[in-house]
RNA sequence: GGAUAGGUGGCCGAGUGGUUGAAGGCACCGGUCUCGAAAACCGGCGUACCGGCAACGGUACCGUGAGUUCGAAUCUCACCCUGUCCGCCA
């Protein structure tokens, strides 16, 4: 969520940012609406406040005259009337500010100055790591391999509860864990992580701090009885922890990670771009989540990103970082990394995780703050949060990428450990 | 789920219809003292918003929302949360 007074004095600078995002059309009158009822909130509030200002004076001479013994009938009357005005001027107030609240609500944040401009097609590959296998001869895709070794049970998940729930059996199961043990091992002993394990269902509060809502709330799975939803994304939780709450200066930068079972409703989709573990609705990621001071939240990125690296090179898979352009960037976030795998059968390169900087964008929403010095007055603070990883397509990038001549699948050295074998069969 | 107590400023805590933004304490900031520190003493110290170039003026905020009233931290109702006891349960 944008600051109000950017509407003031900042429009430019927000229509600008829009415009990046090739979403000027969509939100330019958005803007100008935002603008016009912004005035009027204000209107209303200085035209309110001088009504409850004269109320205050006279409550206090009724007062007086009371205790004098006085008659105060003529200005209770009068008080009466003031409370009228006043309660039609709160009705306004309230009508504007709601109007003008909702449209913040909807707004994305603003790209930082190196995000390029435009749509997906300008996204731009910042960095590549290992040598993808082109030649996909022999290579059978991860959904025939995983049922196969029987580490994948697709049909009966379905059965069990509908298409893109997985269940993952013998060896499969333990990979899970696997993959989850080396991965929050890595973060919390090499790069400084605190570990949380938290909720997997979330409040309307908390889906809004992250940005999640009110604009996506079609994506989620919710328990509408308890107004709860199912988190797509441990960010959630975790963010929210400091949800209204002041942080010290000596804690940050701060790192919280966490795996938790992802749900998302993933609507409308289905075909050759969902099969297997391509796209599902309910997966298994550990989160990264970093509180950072705005000096240095843009260098937290390339951090996080790295720990995010980190877990790719030790599975051995090769791997591609991409700078997202202004207008395939998430709504909540001010720049995002994305990094991909390439699974050879399926022929594609599969998003595995995403790193952004939110700038002050989810601190706004949630109230997260810091104090710079003891004494001074809080400001936001800058979020972060990446993948590393999510689980599924990293399963079918290890079935596929390290397949064998002999159709067996090779474990990397790093999770050997984890996992107890060096090779599925 | 039932019963019961309670939610006040960064923290603790007083306050039950009218100069209460709210006593007192802690913490914090500045000063005196000291070689320096501690202690002691003195002073300062909430947040947000509106108007104003500013000085400053105003408004709101005592869990949340609605209500009663000329006027609500204080009274009424609903909801949320926390503690305790009972029941149930992995």
């Given at each position: 969520m944008h600051d109000i007074r950017l509407l003031r004095d900042q429009l430019d600078h927000l229509r600008e940012g829009m415009r990046r995002r090739g979403k000027l059309?969509?939100?330019?009158?958005l803007l100008d609406r935002a603008e016009s009822l912004e005035k009027e909130r204000r209107a209303a509030i200085t035209e309110l406040e001088g009504q409850q200002a004269r109320r205050n004076k006279l409550t206090q001479e009724v007062a007086q005259l009371r205790k004098a013994?006085?008659?105060a009938t003529a200005l209770i009357a009068e008080g009466r009337a003031i409370g009228d005005d006043i309660a039609a001027l709160e009705q306004r107030k309230n009508d504007a500010e709601a109007a003008v609240q909702?449209?913040?609500y909807e707004l994305?944040?603003?790209t930082l100055p190196e995000v390029p401009e435009g749509d997906e097609t300008r996204n731009t590959v910042v960095k590549s790591w290992g040598t993808p296998r082109e030649d996909s001869t022999g290579i059978m895709p991860h959904w025939e391999k995983g049922a196969e070794l029987g580490i994948l049970d697709l049909q009966r998940g379905a059965k069990v509860t509908g298409s893109g729930f997985i269940v993952y059996r013998g060896a499969g199961a333990k990979l899970v864990r696997a993959l989850m043990n080396m991965m929050l091992d890595a973060h919390t002993?090499?790069?400084?992580y605190e570990e949380a394990w938290v909720p997997l269902v979330v409040n309307r509060a908390s889906m809004t701090g992250t940005g999640q809502l009110p604009k996506f709330e079609d994506d989620m799975y919710g328990i509408p009885e308890e107004e709860l939803f199912l988190i797509p994304t441990a960010e959630v939780p975790v963010t929210n922890l400091y949800r209204d709450e002041i942080l010290e200066l000596g804690d940050l930068p701060k790192g919280l990670c966490a795996?938790?079972?992802?749900?998302?409703r993933e609507a409308g989709?289905?075909?050759k771009d969902t099969r297997g573990l391509l796209r599902v609705h309910q997966f298994d990621k550990v989160a990264l989540v970093r509180y950072a001071t705005p000096e240095n939240s843009r260098e937290q990125l390339e951090l996080l990103t790295s720990h995010a690296e980190s877990m790719l090179e030790r599975l051995e898979l090769p791997y591609r970082r991409l700078l997202l352009a202004a207008g395939d960037t998430g709504f909540s976030s001010a720049m995002t990394y994305d990094l991909e795998v390439f699974a050879p059968a399926v022929g594609?390169?599969?998003?595995?995780?995403?790193?952004?900087?939110?700038?002050?964008?989810?601190?706004?929403?949630a109230n997260i703050r810091y104090r710079p010095a003891p004494g001074e007055k809080p400001r936001f603070v800058h979020t972060l949060n990446g993948s590393a990883l999510a689980f599924s397509r990293i399963i079918a990038s290890l079935i596929e990428h390290h397949q064998q001549p002999d159709g067996s699948v090779r474990i990397p050295d790093a999770l050997q450990p984890y996992f107890g074998r060096a090779v599925l069969r």
């Open positions: 059309a969509e939100f330019g009158p013994g006085g008659d909702a449209m913040l994305p944040n603003i002993e090499e790069h400084g795996y938790s079972a992802c749900f998302r989709s289905a075909g594609k390169w599969l998003e595995v995780s995403s790193c952004s900087v939110f700038t002050d964008f989810q601190a706004r929403r």
